[in-house]
């Protein structure tokens, strides 16, 4: 079945260390996006990719940084330079959108990054 | 500037109550879509309904139903006879036609069905 894939889980991260999280798609979707949740505050989106070798900033990109040198994954970083880092991540994509509306988002099972 | 409020932060209902979550949208695009997500406790959002702006007629899905209401900005979710499988957050998002797809979603509404 296609879908999304994010590993791993549940993530750990000393103070002062960078760490990545992995999403791979196999929807065949051009577009990808991260997205940062917090309690009571909704998703907010970290970056985005609409085609291989292409990314935006979102609203809060900060402290973050990804690459997408292939079309099925879109691994983000978290960097030392983000100050509040323990957060649920949630990884999604999309067809672009002048191929036809689907559904909106495929989304992710999440990581969820504590530090300690 | 695009704005989703879900003003309800958390609901509890007792098992076989109706409850309706509200949703209150913001957008200067007259075209654009409204979806409904369901966040159980393991964590993906999971899609139940999408609805484009010049399409308001209400919409049943079993126990689940949708009002759409361009006049006011609203796209409330109603989930008839509750069940405790339906204890999740709810969010409700707005995403306008053509160009990429940024999603603004609301902050959630968090439904705990007490059985």
């Known amino acids: 079945d296609g879908g999304i894939t994010q590993s791993p889980k549940y993530l750990f991260r000393k103070e002062g260390q960078n760490v990545t999280l992995s999403c791979e798609q196999n929807?065949?979707?051009?577009?990808m996006y991260w997205y940062r949740q917090d309690p009571g505050q909704g998703l907010r989106l970290i970056y985005y990719?609409?085609?291989?070798?292409d990314f935006q900033k979102g609203d809060i990109a900060e402290g973050y940084s990804v690459s997408r040198e292939k079309k099925e994954s879109f691994p983000l970083t978290v960097t030392s330079a983000q100050k509040n880092p323990t957060a649920f991540y949630l990884c999604?994509?999309?067809?672009?959108w002048g191929q036809g509306v689907g559904n909106g988002y495929t989304f992710g099972s999440g990581t969820r990054l504590t530090v300690v | 500037a695009q704005k989703v409020t879900q003003a309800q932060t958390e609901i509890s209902v007792v098992e076989k109550e109706d409850v309706t979550l509200d949703c209150v949208y913001e957008?200067?695009?007259?075209?654009?879509?409204l979806f409904w997500y369901k966040q159980p406790p393991s964590g993906e959002l999971v899609f139940l309904i999408r609805?484009?702006?010049?399409?308001?007629q209400n919409e049943i899905s079993g126990r689940y139903s949708w009002n759409f209401q361009k006049s006011t900005s609203s796209f409330n979710f109603t989930i008839t006879a509750s069940q405790v499988v339906d204890s999740a957050v709810y969010f409700c998002a707005l995403i306008r036609s053509g160009g990429y797809q940024k999603v603004t979603f609301g902050t959630g509404t968090k439904l705990q069905v007490i059985p």
């Open positions: 999604a994509s999309s067809m672009v």
């Open positions: 957008t200067r695009d007259t075209t654009y879509y």
């Open positions: 990719s609409q085609i291989v070798n």
């Open positions: 929807l065949n979707h051009d577009a």
């Open positions: 609805r484009n702006s010049f399409d308001e």
